[in-house]
């Protein structure tokens, strides 16, 4: 499933699905701006004169150039420097005005749609305001946003996030403070990744499955997954080094403790989160063409926490900066291999440890491979 060719990729994946691009909190005066790519596309978002956030594709409609630098800057209009077209914060200009996208904000995430009739978002709104409001999302900040590249088609990428089955081979780290996943990869405790028992004392997340169904019925919709799972053991109270707390706790958390809990999403294909109960990571999945992927990660703390103080950067990116390394190291190696003539995984997915590759794999097949002609 490999081969498809990266356009098809965009059209399919890319173009209808939503996108998480940052978080309120980047944004919060008029003309604070920053540049984000989706897929290919590099995306201005900008706070206009009405606080509202648009996004607007980064090309000038005259002759094409990219109007914002990379990276964060505060203005009064966007300007063209090819030929000083210029355009307001609300992408109307005297010539023409800049292609807008739809926007949406939930949870104090950013979320923007290529698409001119993006997927609807009924699940995805109930969903993720749920976690938003467990784990604090509206009061955060971004402490740290950082790109990782991989020389691998996204859907190597994708398919590794997907399931841990990987996880105590490649991320032994990961799976030591991830204990009931690295558990039931171990063939240890099969139920262990089953959502927590709800009668704990800590903040209770339901498992809801809206991601896409077996049933290819609800195409309509952005797909949402969200879990709750165990970490380790009582030394392992967040997703740090050595599991004990790295920021201070956040949403309902505060009025609460460490909980041994952490609560993963997973949004259409090119997003997901894993929140814990001092900070969140967005995960966003960028492919580029078909054999260079980007991942960008977002780290969330509260909107209180002091650099330096409360929290240090290193330490609070070191998890999940240590393995993506890991992946990208490890995916290349998958990347040569599913290149080769005469691989062919089909019916060899071990259902019970990759469920998840497996309804994304049927999906693919059936959505965007077998449309091709
Ligand atoms: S390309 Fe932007 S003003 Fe000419
Ligand atoms: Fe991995």
């Known amino acids: ?137 509206e009061s955060a900040k971004v402490a740290h946003r950082e790109t990782f590249s991989f020389n691998v088609n996204w859907k190597v990428v994708l398919q590794d996030y997907l399931e841990c089955y990987h996880c105590p081979n490649v991320h032994p780290l990961y799976a030591k403070v991830h204990g009931s996943e690295a558990q039931r990869f171990l063939g240890i405790d099969p139920t262990a990744a089953n959502p927590t028992n709800p009668n704990h004392d800590g903040v209770y997340i339901p498992t809801t499955d809206h991601w896409i169904h077996k049933d290819y019925k609800d195409i309509e919709q952005e ?78 703390v509260d909107k209180d926490a002091v650099e330096g103080k409360d929290y240090n950067v290193n330490d609070l990116i070191y998890l999940w900066k240590h393995t993506i390394l890991e992946d990208i190291e490890f995916l290349t190696k998958v990347q040569d291999g599913t290149s080769s003539y005469f691989f062919n995984s089909s019916g060899k997915l071990k259902n019970n440890l990759e469920e998840s590759v497996v309804r994304f794999t049927q999906w693919y097949n059936k959505n965007v491979r077998e449309t091709i002609q």
């Open 223 to 300: 797909p949402i997954t969200v879990y709750q799972n165990k970490l380790m053991n009582n030394d392992i109270v967040t997703g740090s080094k050595d599991g004990s707390p790295i920021a201070p706790l956040m949403g309902k958390y505060k009025n609460k403790n460490y909980d041994r809990t952490r609560t993963g999403v997973i949004f259409g294909f090119l997003n997901s989160t894993m929140s814990y109960p001092d900070y969140t990571v967005i995960y966003r999945l960028i492919p580029k063409s078909d054999k260079y992927t980007e991942s960008e990660i977002i780290w969330l």
């Open 1 to 137: 499933m490999i081969e498809t060719s990266y356009s098809i990729d965009f059209e399919k994946i890319v173009l209808p699905h939503w996108s998480i691009v940052g978080h309120i909190s980047e944004v919060p005066n008029v003309g604070d701006s920053f540049t984000v790519n989706i897929g290919n596309e590099s995306i201005i978002i900008v706070k206009d004169n009405f606080n509202n956030i648009n996004a607007f594709l980064n090309v000038c409609p005259h002759r094409g150039a990219r109007i914002c630098n990379p990276g964060k800057s505060n203005i009064d209009r966007l300007v063209c420097p090819y030929h000083s077209w210029d355009f307001e914060l609300n992408g109307k200009g005297t010539n023409a005005s800049l292609r807008k996208f739809q926007t949406v904000i939930f949870g104090g995430l950013i979320l923007v749609s290529l698409a001119d009739n993006p997927l609807l978002l009924n699940n995805f709104r109930k969903d993720i305001l749920m976690c938003a409001k467990a784990y604090g999302w």
